[in-house]
């Protein structure tokens, strides 16, 4: 019995610490989980935006956090274009963009880590999130995939690369 209550006290400890520090991000209070200090709020409150959902230059809605997807014709030459082969930690990434009408129509993966079975089923499922994701921001702004931390940055490198590539 006083097992039980002692585990039940620290869980609603744990709870309502996991709680503040969360609380704490989300109104600036905190650091980013990335190492960077969140940028202090200014002006006065009503200088926030209206509710609903941000939107790109275009009128598409835009993540918060990431920048704004390139409106059409975002200065990308029509083409394909392969970026870097960026070496991870479990093996190499690398990405091919297809551009047309100045928007990244398509997005191949030409190398993901497959150094063993795992590396294989992780990257079957980040594959094709990845994939999305960068068709969805227009950019190299992507989300990384939990479970695939190395895979996501070494596609992000490539990217941005391919992307570098098709603006010269």
Do not use: C, W
Not at 50 to 78: C, E, I
Not at 127 to 145: F, K, M, N, W
Request: hydrophobic fraction near 35%; avoid cysteine.
């Amino acid at each position: 019995m006083r097992r039980a209550l002692a585990a039940l006290a620290g869980t609603a400890a744990g709870t309502t610490l996991l709680l503040g520090l969360r609380a704490g991000f989300a109104t600036g209070h905190g650091t980013d989980p990335s190492g960077a200090d969140d940028p202090p709020a200014s002006g006065p409150a009503s200088a926030a935006p209206p509710p609903g959902p941000v939107r790109s230059p275009g009128g598409a809605p835009a993540t918060p956090g990431r920048p704004p997807a390139p409106s059409p014709g975002g200065g990308l030459r029509a083409g394909s274009f392969s970026g870097p082969t960026a070496q991870t930690r479990y093996g190499p990434v690398q990405v091919r963009i297809t551009v047309a009408g100045g928007r990244i129509t398509d997005v191949t993966a030409l190398q993901l880590p497959e150094s063993h079975g795992e590396s294989v089923r992780i990257n079957k499922r980040a594959g094709p999130v990845l994939r999305q994701e960068a068709l969805t921001a227009q950019s190299a702004a992507i989300d990384t995939v939990s479970g695939a931390t190395y895979t996501s940055q070494g596609y992000r490198t490539s990217l941005q690369g391919a992307l570098a590539t098709a603006r010269a």
